[in-house]
Structure formats: C-alpha cells, structure tokens
C-alpha cells in the first residue's frame, strides 16, 4: 500500500505534518478529513523520495474547474470591485469562529449560511469545495482576485504557515475597518464642496441658457448700445445655449484621457499624483492619507508574519499614490541590497522626515511593527485636523466664487436698464 507524507491544518487553524498509507490520494484525504485533519499538501513517497500529487481532485489535472472558470472572467471582463462591507464582516466572522476551536470547513458552512448576498454565498461555496478538495486557503481565495486582493491572500497564507489563522483574520477585519474610515474621513471632507460646485454649475447653466437670453433679448430690442459687460454676457448666453453639447463633449474626454493617463501610463500617473500632492491643503491631505495607508498596510503584513520585502511589495500596490509607490520600491530594492528602512525612506524625500526617524527608532529598538502602528494612529488624527481645515478654507472660496459670477449677472443686467432710466 502506498505511503502518502501530508501538510495539513487541524482544528484552531494550527499546521501539522506526518506520514499515512492508503490506496490513493483521495483515500488519504478522506481518512484524514475523518480526523478533522484538512490536507493542504500531499505526496507519495517512494524509495525515500517524494511524488508530489496535484492538489485538484484528480492528478494531474491543473487548475480546479472554479480556478479556471474565474481565470476566464478575470481575463475577460478585469478584477471587478469587491463588496468591502461583506468581505469584512466575513473575515471578523471568521476570525471569531476559528478563534473558537470551529475547523475551518464548519467556519465557512456557517458564512455560506448567514450571507443573504447571492455571489458571495456563490463565491464562499467554491472556496469550500477546493479547501475541502485539498487545497489551502489561501490558493482557493487567490482564485477570487476580486474580492480578496494580493495583501488578504498573502496574510492567509503567512497565517496558515505561523499557525495563527484566527489572529490574521482578525488583525485583517481591524485593518479593512480602519480602511473604511480612512476614506470615509476623506470622501466627507470632499462632499460638500463637490456638492457646492455642482450646484453651482447647474444654477449658473440654467441662468445662462434660460433666463439671461430672455432679459438681453428685451435690452437688445432697445435699439441702444449695450455697455461691454453686457456684450460679454450675451456672448457667453449664446455659448452655453448653442454649444452646451461641445463643453460637455470636452468635459467627457478630458475625464477619459485623465483615467486612461490615470491607470496606465506610468509617467502620466506620477506628474499628476506629484501635482496633486503639491497643491495646498489638498495635497497635504492626499499626502497624509497616503502616509497612513502605508503605514497601518506595512504594519499589518509584519505583524501577521508577512516577510518584510514582501509586505513591502504588496504595500506598493495599495497605497493609491504613485510617489509613495515609487517611494516604496526604492526601499524595498535597498532591503534586498541589505540595508535598513528608514535610510532609503528617507532619500526618497517622498516622507515627511518624522516618519523616517520614527521608523529607524522603532527598527533600532527591535518594534517597528509597533512604531509603524503609532505612526498611522497619529496620522488618521491628522487626517481628521486637515479634512475640518479643509472644508473651513474650501466653503468660503465656493461661496465668493459664485457670488461673483452672480453679481456679474445681475451688473450686467442691471446696468443697461439703469441707462435707459436715465435716457428717459
């Protein structure tokens, strides 16, 4: 009878290794699963060798039939954007459930039960079916690109490797929760000024289009030499009323080419991500926000077990800011060299200089895990400082802006009826 040597995980999420004899793979498997013991690796040993068997349900096969199904659609359509609110609260469920002693098999049957949401019932089903075939956690979430991202699976995997599944979904469900208010605190700060701006445009274009050709209309009939304010006014009116279709058609490409530079090209991406962090009030808000994101993001890999150049890779792809990414490579390419930290942080001149020196105290004394923690609390309360200035600084400027375009309206309205008054 063949012997089989397994990687396996046990109840509580711990790892375990040994050696068991059965007809096939399959049969191993199933007798381990008897035990509550779910194979993640598996290879048959022959003459002190090992075989390594494919972790599908049949050898040799490839991918699961769920791996290429979602390689075809990624391929097809692009990683679509994942429901944040049901992926966090599954990781908090989860995180509970294997802290509690539950396998991970009972865990995820429980999560396919409490979710009402269709594809993510769909989606946990095809994760327990290949972690019940064999194959890790991991791998079966990397399968789903678009709802678990490149530092969720990585976590899991540097959880399944150190034994503390539990403790990785619960340190992943705080980091997501303090994501989601990251960039709430930003979207809020953004909102009514964006509100304002938007309702000033549609008053401005309904005063253009409707009411100023009728009132110009009445002074041109007049028959008397209408002042330059006015003029320019009428000009504008025919503008807007004839040409609205050409602003909006200028309005869409400038957004189209704006995301194309955007997304990818490279170059483009960083001239406007370096000028958006250049602007005042804004840029140090964006700034910060970025700062933050790598921080808590670089915390979070090391703390869960991540090794540090990966945690650095991985953080590059998520800090939503192209010199803080470029920043990021630079002091992950002088790691690999064998150098600290903070030293290439701080030739990237990308980060303010606390942030490196913290850094390189926390590397000094052994806890920059904890350090890099600090920092991002620090900054999330820096955030909240710059978002209230920033509203306080925009919500004037706004309001002076469209009273002025306004009185200029009601000037250049006003001062040809005033003329005629006198004339008369």
């Not at 509550?36 to 991918?63: D, F, H, M, Y």
């Not at 079966?140 to 490797?161: C, I, K, T």
């Not at 209309?217 to 320019?232: E, F, K, N, Y």
């Not at 850094?359 to 710059?386: F, K, N």
Request: proline share 4%; glycine share 8%; aromatic share 6%.
């Amino acid at each position: 009878m063949p012997i089989y040597q397994y990687k396996a995980y046990v109840q509580g999420g711990g790892t375990k290794t040994g050696i068991i004899d059965a007809d096939t793979p399959r049969d191993a498997r199933a007798k381990l699963r008897r035990d509550s013991v779910l194979v993640s690796e598996i290879s048959e040993l022959r003459g002190g060798q090992k075989t390594v068997v494919a972790s599908g349900s049949a050898k040799g096969k490839g991918p699961g039939l769920f791996a290429r199904l979602n390689a075809i659609r990624a391929a097809s359509s692009g990683p679509s954007s994942a429901n944040l609110e049901i992926v966090a609260a599954a990781t908090r469920q989860l995180g509970t459930l294997l802290g509690a002693g539950i396998p991970l098999i009972e865990a995820l049957k429980a999560l396919i039960e409490q979710t009402e949401h269709r594809a993510a019932q769909t989606m946990f089903r095809e994760i327990r079916e290949r972690v019940s075939q064999g194959a890790s956690l991991a791998d079966a979430l990397a399968e789903h690109p678009s709802w678990f991202n490149d530092l969720y699976v990585n976590m899991v995997r540097a959880g399944q490797a150190t034994g503390n599944l539990d403790v990785v979904f619960t340190r992943l469900a705080d980091y997501m929760q303090a994501q989601r208010a990251l960039r709430r605190k930003v979207v809020s700060a953004l909102t009514y000024p964006a509100m304002m701006v938007g309702i000033g445009v549609i008053v401005v274009s309904i005063l253009m289009t409707l009411v100023v050709p009728k009132i110009t209309a009445m002074l041109t009939d007049t028959g008397q030499t209408l002042p330059g304010p006015t003029r320019v006014l009428i000009l504008i009116s025919d503008l807007f009323k004839n040409y609205w279709w050409a602003g909006a058609l200028l309005i869409g490409a400038i957004s189209f080419t704006f995301e194309r530079i955007h997304r990818k090209n490279g170059a483009g991406r960083l001239w406007i991500d370096r000028t958006l962090l250049r602007l005042p009030v804004l840029g140090d808000l964006l700034r910060k926000q970025a700062v933050a994101r790598f921080t808590h993001t670089l915390s979070t890999l090391l703390q869960s077990g991540v090794p540090v150049v990966q945690s650095l890779e991985i953080t590059r792809n998520v800090v939503g800011n192209r010199v803080i990414s470029d920043a990021t490579e630079l002091i992950r390419s002088r790691i690999v060299e064998g150098t600290d930290i903070g030293t290439p942080m701080r030739a990237s001149g990308a980060f303010p200089a606390v942030v490196c020196y913290m850094v390189q105290v926390g590397e000094q004394s052994g806890e920059v895990e904890q350090m890099l923690d600090r920092i991002g609390a620090a900054y999330d309360e820096e955030i909240e400082i710059t978002t209230a200035r920033l509203t306080s600084v925009l919500e004037p400027i706004l309001i002076v802006v469209l009273a002025l375009i306004v009185g200029y309206i009601v000037i250049s309205i006003v001062l040809p009826i005033l003329k005629v008054g006198q004339i008369q």
